[in-house]
Every structure is written in structure tokens, then in C-alpha cells.
């Protein structure tokens, strides 16, 4: 594995946004500890999607059932004032 290997999976990560890249190496030069470094950052940025994915679920979880919540209130009220 070269530099310009680690180069074009950087370039194609930043291009289509994929993060499931990895860069394959045996290396244990310099570039090769970029190119180690490099799949860690990516699977960490997976971790963190994955982790924020979840979290946007719980608010639209909790949200609906708030929303259902005010729903049965309002009705509540206007059947008392009738």
C-alpha cells in the first residue's frame, strides 16, 4: 500500500461520503499508520452516525408520545367545557 493509494480512499471517502471505506495494509511505515489511523477516524464517524441516528429516534419517539399526550388533554378539556 502506497501513499497514493491512502490518497485516492481519502479522495473517494470526501467524494461520495463513504464511510464504510477501509484502506487494506500490512504496512508498518508511516503511511501505513495513516492509513490505520484513517480507517479508525472513518469507523469512529460510523460510530458517531449510529449513535446520533439513535438519539434522533428517541426524540421523534418522545415527541409523538407528548404529542398524543396534549392530544388526549385537549380532549379532555373540551368535553368538560361542553
Known sequence: MGITQLKDTMNKAADTQDLSLVVNTSSND???EMARVFNNMLGNFRDLITSVNLSVNTVNEATG?????INLANSGVDFQIQ
Open 65 to 69: 408520545s407528548l404529542s398524543k399526550n
Open 30 to 32: 508511516e503511511i501505513g
